[in-house]
């Protein structure tokens, strides 16, 4: 868990590259200055399509967001930071981003081809477009604005202190809360809203620098690239029902097991009975309880949903006697678990329910899961598929030994053989 959220903070200890680097981008020929100029809107392109590619309209609106306050950090950074019509530009970016970036991380995902997704590009555009066209056209009516701009609410939240560092209490203040309430149900799209508004930031607070503008304009979008790549990581990789790796990570994890190890197939005991008696959404709930104490198993074994009610675990470098202690510690986790089944007439409201359910009182029963597994140590030239054949048929035993057992296979065939329930068991 830890090791995940470090990996995940990662791109993080990169927000700090292009400031120190800022000295040596004076130093870039004038072609690789407008190669640093350009890139960042190659990126954005790219990253633009990519997310259309894999449906995730909110990094493509972060992706606009981030290109078009970078544009126009950029024309001020030109324009100079004494000039007055700059001034107004970047109060109004500095008041603006961090709004536009909580709505981002709050509005729902929609299609982008969609009405809604439409809609939600064309508002970013035109509210980055018209203060641009204005600054180019007439910068003396941002000039005029100087006296109307809410600049006593920055003082309010900042008194006295520097556009930059207002702006940064202002960020603080409106995202901080956003991204943390965000943080569970929203990982990746919230770490990278959080790094964009501290790159948007370092960018603000150094202005006459529209080579470290465009040094983190760039930094943005690959940020912003690795978001997709760990967004389409999940969609290839992870089960969306449990949250743990499915088949394809588990074909993935198979290719050069190693020279010995062990697989699990584990099944959850009569669950068709269990479906048909509480409905499909607490059947959901029992595999999702089950796969979270599997996935506490020990003795190094990485837990996947084989699909259905059925699991994988796999030990490299285990024999098969240590993964059965491992395996039986899981099970008997399993069938210790209080699993709470809410009734039907249960309040709608989660908070009540929790209330409810804290009180002991009689809108939910607590109902027994037990698990079966079978388990197989790989012998000599056998393939991982002809391991996974030969546990699944141990798992046939266990459950012909009364279910909730763990059966091993100790690389004697099955005295009758499990009729395989997947493709790749039988393949
Ligand atoms: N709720 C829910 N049910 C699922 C899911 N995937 C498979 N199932 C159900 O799992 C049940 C599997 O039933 P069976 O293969 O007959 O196995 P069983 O009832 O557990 O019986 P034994 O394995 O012999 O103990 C079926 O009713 C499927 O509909 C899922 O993602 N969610």
Not at 72 to 84: E, R
Not at 111 to 122: I, K, T
Not at 242 to 256: M, N
Request: a positive charge; one cysteine or more; proline letters at 6%.
């Amino acid at each position: 868990m830890i090791l995940k959220l470090a990996l995940r903070l990662l791109p993080l200890l990169l927000l700090p590259v292009p400031f120190l680097l800022r000295d040596q981008l004076h130093l870039l020929t004038p072609g690789h200055q407008l190669l640093l100029n350009t890139l960042p809107w190659l990126l954005a392109l790219m990253v633009m399509l990519l997310a259309i590619g894999f449906k995730h309209g909110r990094i493509l609106l972060l992706s606009l967001h981030f290109a078009c306050a970078a544009t126009l950090l950029h024309a001020t950074a030109d324009a100079g930071p004494d000039n007055p019509a700059s001034y107004v530009l970047l109060v109004l970016l500095s008041l603006f981003w961090p709004l536009g970036q909580v709505v981002l991380l709050l509005l729902p995902e929609r299609g982008l081809l969609s009405r809604s997704g439409m809609l939600r590009c064309g508002c970013l555009i035109v509210i980055y477009l018209v203060p641009g066209l204005i600054w180019l056209g007439s910068p003396q009516l941002l000039t005029q604005l100087l006296p109307h701009l809410p600049l006593a609410l920055l003082n309010f939240i900042a008194p006295g202190l520097a556009l930059p560092t207002a702006a940064f209490w202002w960020n603080l203040l409106l995202l901080l809360p956003i991204c943390l309430l965000r943080l569970r149900r929203q990982p990746v799209d919230t770490l990278a809203t959080a790094a964009l508004s501290f790159a948007f930031l370092i960018s603000l607070s150094q202005p006459g620098q529209p080579l470290l503008n465009s040094g983190y304009h760039l930094l943005a979008q690959l940020l912003l690239i690795g978001a997709l790549i760990h967004h389409g990581y999940g969609m290839a990789f992870i089960d969306t029902l449990t949250g743990i790796p499915g088949r394809r990570a588990l074909e993935h994890y198979l290719i050069g097991p190693g020279r010995h190890y062990s697989i699990a197939m584990l099944d959850i005991d009569h669950f068709k009975k269990f479906n048909d008696r509480y409905g499909h959404d607490i059947g959901d709930q029992v595999l999702r309880m089950v796969a979270s104490q599997l996935n506490l198993v020990r003795g190094g074994g990485r837990l996947f949903r084989y699909g259905g009610e059925e699991f994988t675990i796999v030990f490299k470098r285990r024999s098969e006697q240590e993964a059965f202690d491992a395996l039986e510690q899981v099970r008997q986790r399993v069938a210790d678990y209080p699993m709470k089944i809410r009734d039907q007439n249960r309040p709608e409201d989660d908070q009540s329910g929790r209330n409810q359910r804290g009180s002991n009182s009689s809108d939910t029963s607590i109902v027994k899961v037990t698990i079966s597994i079978g388990v197989c140590q790989n012998k000599a030239g056998e393939t991982p598929r002809e391991v996974i054949k030969r546990a699944d048929q141990a798992l046939y035993l266990a459950k012909e030994r009364g279910r909730n057992c763990t059966q091993a296979g100790n690389n004697k065939p099955a005295a009758k053989r499990r009729k395989s329930r997947t493709d790749f068991a039988r393949a």
